[in-house]
């Protein structure tokens, strides 16, 4: 028992040492980055983001660490490199001039090589360790081991490597060493992984003609990290990649409710609304008045002095601002004050990753109470169903680490309509399920609306139907007739008839 | 070893030392390791034998010298450089394949 007891401290006394990347999201599924004064691959093939992603790390060791980086190409000259990362919002010029980075462009010239004898890279090593003690150096950066490997002979670059590892490490500098990933081998020689201490592979895979960057972590020894493969983009800030936010769950729960904008719905919802941070869906077929409902809310969110954030992928802000004009809602007035941000983008424009990285990035900058989506189903179209699953879970849970209400509008075909539409198993997600239907009574339409589920309150069982009018939306009184609902004049007649009979 | 050389010097034409050309040979190291010590003593070698009186070598330790790693861009070493007779022309490694040598120095 005691053994026990003392294996377990040392456990968690334990802290494997790490250098943080500065990367969003790859500091979380590595728990606190790469690992300090060591060398990690970065595998990937053509066009994956290996550069920048080595790149993204020196400068915010620089900037955010205040750790001197040396960037050694072997492919760009260093000219092009500045060229090349100055897209990226990195001023190196900047930096190089306060001796924060050096940069060196080896040069492999094949003709030159000519062998005759046993050789090694100590050239190499010196010319590396010159750079390093330029700047004083903590992170070193390698790109790409390729060339090497077509210049020179592999038994030589074979124990080379591994020197050059364990040399980094006398160095006291974590490194990132990239290269191409070869079909047979995790590496094309086949030999690099065994001796680094983290490997990375990145990768830019093409579904439904959508490109989707993803990474993995294949092996960090001494460490925990995240196993799973996860999208990232890489845009005019950077690298961002999307780890799948596990904390939702530990954070405490809220129990203040935010009014749904809706005077009725609220009363269906144990008279108070939805609950703050929770998270809303709101399915219907075409017509059924689901963006006029989430318009209200937002409305609502806003005249309480909030902030709200809608996302339209289906109608222009300026549209649905013209259209809900028509139901009373003057949502220009609130877009001008400030209090309602529009995000509009066409989803076949980019990936699910994107948009949800777009989104993120919007919330972080004006920090919304509430973000609504409408329509979610628009999205779904692009990208396998698995993909989309995911990547709603890690946007809903990361809404909820933010404590936002999230409203999804989710449409759904006429066929689907029984109780069970499929959204994509977002319904299990989702705290509060509103579903609004047409219902043909007697060669007429009905709006109706019920609450198919809404955890940790008391909710209205009924079937209301409402109005959608000048004034906005209204649900009707309760008029329950003998086979179910009603049509307007059939209704009209009962409730004459309720009232002359009491 | 010694056989080796033997039967190079038999592929040795006259003509090729007609030139007269005076080398300059530029041979870089890394201290006393053991592929810089045996590529000193090959060089060394084939200068006495094939280019008597007309060359210039110098050995650079780049330990010692490290900047002209840099000028020179030099990444595997031993490394030694024939700045002259034109064009330049590099050879990596100890140098034990003196035929080799021969062959890029335009000695053969």
């Known amino acids: ?502 | 070893m010694l056989n080796k050389k033997k039967i190079d010097t038999k592929f040795n034409v006259e003509s090729n030392l007609a030139g007269k050309e005076k080398y300059i040979l530029r041979l870089f190291i890394t201290g006393i390791l053991p592929n810089s010590v045996r590529a000193v003593k090959n060089i060394k070698t084939i200068c006495e034998q094939y280019l008597k009186g007309r060359y210039d070598l110098e050995i650079i330790d780049i330990y010692q010298q490290p900047s002209l790693a840099f000028t020179e861009d030099i990444i595997a070493v031993p490394v030694l450089i024939k700045k002259f007779p034109l064009p330049e022309e590099r050879m990596i490694g100890d140098l034990s394949n003196i035929k080799n040598v021969l062959k890029e120095l335009d000695l053969v």
């Open chain 1, 1 to 502: 028992m005691k053994q026990l007891e003392f294996n377990k401290s040392k456990v968690n006394n334990f802290k494997f040492p790490k250098t943080l990347t500065g990367i969003q999201g790859l500091d979380d599924i590595t728990f606190g980055g790469l690992p300090k004064n060591r060398s990690t691959l970065l595998l990937g093939n053509t066009g994956c983001g290996k550069t920048i992603m080595a790149m993204e790390f020196l400068i915010n060791g620089i900037v955010i660490y205040d750790e001197p980086a040396v960037f050694i190409a072997f492919e760009e000259k260093t000219d092009e490199l500045v060229q090349n990362v100055k897209s990226l919002d990195y001023d190196l010029d900047a930096h190089l001039a306060n001796n924060k980075i050096y940069l060196e462009h080896i040069q492999i010239n094949p003709d030159e090589i000519k062998e005759s004898g046993k050789y090694d890279l100590e050239g190499l090593f010196i010319r590396l360790g010159q750079a390093i003690n330029k700047v004083n150096a903590k992170r070193v950066v390698l790109d790409s081991l390729d060339t090497l490997f077509y210049n020179f002979d592999y038994k030589m670059l074979r124990s080379e490597f591994k020197r050059l590892l364990s040399w980094l490490k006398e160095k006291q500098v974590t490194a990132i060493i990239t290269s191409e990933i070869g079909d047979a081998f995790l590496t094309r020689e086949g030999i690099e992984e065994y001796v680094a201490d983290c490997v990375i592979t990145l990768d830019n895979r093409i579904t439904n003609q959508i490109s989707t960057r993803r990474l993995r972590i294949i092996k960090y020894r001494g460490s925990f990290h995240g196993n799973n493969e996860y999208p990232f983009v890489i845009d005019e800030k950077g690298i961002n990649v999307f780890p799948i936010i596990s904390e939702a769950s530990q954070k405490e729960s809220i129990t203040t409710r935010i009014t749904s904008g809706i005077k009725d719905l609220d009363e269906m919802l144990g008279k108070k609304g939805f609950y703050d941070g929770s998270s809303i869906l709101i399915s219907g077929t075409a017509g059924t008045g689901k963006t006029s409902i989430s318009a209200s809310f937002a409305y609502s969110v806003c005249e309480t002095g909030k902030h709200c954030l809608f996302c339209a992928f289906e109608e222009a802000p300026n549209q649905i601002i013209r259209n809900m004009r028509s139901i009373g809602l003057n949502l220009d007035k609130l877009v001008k004050s400030g209090s309602l941000t529009f995000y509009y983008s066409r989803p076949t424009l980019q990936n699910l990753e994107l948009h949800f990285l777009a989104i993120k990035k919007i919330i972080d900058e004006v920090k919304p109470n509430v973000v609504i989506l409408d329509p979610i189903t628009n999205l779904m179209t692009e990208g396998p169903n698995n993909d989309i699953r995911s990547m709603l879970t890690r946007f809903v849970d990361y809404l909820k680490t933010q404590h936002i209400t999230v409203m999804f509008t989710a449409a759904i075909t006429v066929g689907s309509i029984e109780r069970n539409p499929s959204d994509e198993g977002i319904s299990s997600m989702v705290d509060t399920w509103i579903m609004v239907q047409d219902i043909e009574v007697d060669n007429e339409r009905t709006r109706s609306l019920c609450v198919i589920k809404s955890r940790g309150m008391f909710h209205s069982n009924d079937v209301r139907k409402f109005n959608i009018s000048d004034k906005g939306i209204t649900l009707m009184p309760i008029i329950t007739g003998n086979k179910g609902s009603l049509s307007d004049t059939k209704r009209k007649a009962k409730e004459h008839q309720n009232l002359s009979t009491t």
